[in-house]
């Protein structure tokens, strides 16, 4: 069961079980290059910080397009079709029982991440260690909106 609690306009926090969620980004994979880009080797990705985006856009660009069997639904999708990312408190627990097409890992010093494949699309679960930075760029987590440092 789902319950949503508005908190902030198009900012949502939801309960599912025992984990609180709460809206991060939306990750979306591209073949251009976007100003501000940070490497992430684990993934061989360069991505965007959503933070200054202002509708929480993350643009993931890879280093080489990941050739993946149909077949494999969840990771297929993860590099052809666009993401939802929550913040979560506890990782481990927020992926017991999911289906993980990848990681979990940290993309940096300030976060552990995972992508799981449920209910039809892949979404990307955030346990951050730090909410001040993102790749060494001190831009603070705040609510969805204009970013306005």
Wanted: aromatic content about 16%; proline content about 11%; hydrophobic content about 40%.
């Amino acid at each position: 069961m789902y319950i949503l609690k508005p908190v902030y306009p198009a900012f949502y926090k939801f309960l599912e079980g025992d984990e609180m969620k709460t809206f991060d980004h939306i990750g979306i994979v591209t073949p251009e290059p976007h100003e501000g880009e940070s490497w992430v080797e684990f993934s061989q990705v360069w991505v965007t910080n959503p933070r200054l985006h202002p509708q929480r856009i993350e643009y993931i660009r890879p280093k080489t397009m990941p050739q993946v069997d149909p077949s494999n639904v969840g990771l297929w999708k993860l590099w052809r079709l666009p993401h939802v990312a929550y913040r979560v408190d506890d990782l481990n627990a927020a992926l017991e029982g999911e289906e993980i097409v990848f990681g979990p890992f940290e993309p940096g010093d300030f976060a552990r991440v995972a992508f799981i494949h449920k209910d039809g699309i892949v979404v990307e679960y955030l346990e951050y260690t730090r909410l001040d930075t993102w790749f060494g760029q001190s831009t603070p987590w705040r609510p969805a909106g204009p970013y306005n440092p």
